[in-house]
């Protein structure tokens, strides 16, 4: 049973650049949200999403913004890249309507440079 | 708002010994849930444990502890004899229903403790 898949594992991105992050669910799975981590710091919670809309968003800007598609799988899109977005991105993923933990892939690394 | 407190930055022990690791946490919500995850240098978060607010009991599974203290917003994760293996950055989680009250809605993180253990 495979776990939470996320692609790339790395990625080097220019300052003002967009880039495109990539989640797959752990099989049985319906729900994804993805979190933001600093280096140092604990995960910060960007969105969750759920029947393909977002259900909740943290305290991100506009320039971060998602997709489910109807496979459950999720992209995270960020424009107009700061170094300070420079970060682990996190993916988890859960079944909605059964209290149970939620899986977590092993991150992108992005670097702005 | 919620908030994840972990005052202990970085925790150094020699393998067999015990470890405690504390979480402090703030929210309005009646009904909450806690949790432990742990992440190794692959950067994957692993869960742990879990806790909802309404049951209080302590429980022991394996090498791993958790006394919950609702009194105090306390929810400190023990490891009873230390292994090298255990050496990773270990992190407090609370989170609200989510909108629907069907599941988990946002994890809020406390900032982490580097465990280190020696040989």
């Known amino acids: 049973d495979a776990g939470v898949t996320q692609s790339p594992t790395h990625l080097i991105k220019t300052r003002g650049q967009q880039v495109t992050l990539r989640c797959s669910p752990k099989?049985?799975?319906?729900?994804v949200s993805w979190y933001q981590q600093a280096l140092g710091q604990g995960p910060q919670f960007i969105f969750q999403y759920y029947e393909e809309e977002e259900r909740q968003r943290g305290n991100f800007p506009d320039r971060f913004s998602g997709h489910q598609f109807p496979n459950y799988s999720s992209e995270l899109n960020v424009n107009a890249l700061l170094l300070g977005d420079s970060a682990l991105y996190l993916c988890?993923?859960?079944?909605?309507?059964?209290?149970?933990?939620?899986?977590f892939g092993q991150g992108t690394r992005l670097t702005v440079v | 708002a919620q908030k994840v407190t972990q005052a202990q930055t970085e925790i150094s022990v020699v393998e067999k010994e015990d470890v405690t690791l504390d979480c402090v946490y703030e929210t309005r919500d009646t009904t909450y849930y806690l949790f432990w995850y742990k992440q190794p240098p692959s950067g994957e978060l692993v869960f742990l444990i879990r806790?909802?607010?309404?049951?209080?009991q302590n429980e022991i599974s394996g090498r791993y502890s958790w006394n919950f203290q609702k009194s105090t917003s306390s929810f400190n994760f023990t490891i009873t004899a230390s292994q090298v293996v255990d050496s990773a950055v270990y992190f407090c989680?609370?989170?609200?229903?989510?909108?629907?009250?069907?599941?988990?809605?946002?994890?809020?993180f406390g900032q982490g403790t580097i465990l280190t253990v020696h040989p």
């Open positions: 099989s049985g799975h319906d729900t």
């Open positions: 806790r909802n607010s309404f049951d209080e």
């Open positions: 988890a993923s859960s079944k909605r309507g059964l209290y149970t933990e939620a899986f």
């Open positions: 989680a609370l989170s609200e229903n989510s909108a629907g009250g069907t599941s988990y809605g946002k994890l809020t």
